[in-house]
């Protein structure tokens, strides 16, 4: 071993612009994220909740009553993660689940009185607390990154290749020669 250290902004095997810049942002990505969820675990971890359990109450309060199946969707979590979260809500008297009559296959949840006192008191100082980590941007700058990360989600859920593939396509296909 030479003790060499490779130039900085260079990946071992990578030479491709794109692929560096995508890893680059991927990294800073998940360590943006991973510090703003540490800044704002504290309170749920104070009222006993996951960030899977508010986001099902937050759901509830905000849309209302739904199924079982539209709350994993909204959530983000599988069916088996969304029966495990609601039975863990639902023992603490937060939810309350209920068949529909016309399709029994089908289970409606709605948060109870007390579920809707926890989650009307938590919410806005669980907003209050995303501001503070992310004081760091202004207004406009996390308008911007907000629809940077949809376009960023859209595209990584779409065809493979996205838009820094197709655009050093188009560069290439237009290049003399």
Known sequence: MDGATPPRGTMVGVEDPCTIAAVGAYVKLLRAARAVVGAVEPRLAANALTTTQLGVLEALLHKGPMSQRELGRKVLTS??????????????????RCRASSDRRSVSVGLTDAGRALIEAL?????????RAMSGLTRPELERLAALLRKL???????????????????????PG
């Open 79 to 96: 069916a088996a993660n969304m029966t495990d979260v609601l039975d863990k809500l639902q023992a603490r008297g937060l939810i309350a």
């Open 153 to 175: 989600g859209h595209a990584a859920a779409e065809v493979p290749g996205g838009a820094c593939a197709l655009a050093a396509k188009e560069e290439k296909d237009h290049m």
């Open 123 to 131: 919410f806005p100082r669980h907003a209050a607390d995303i501001a």
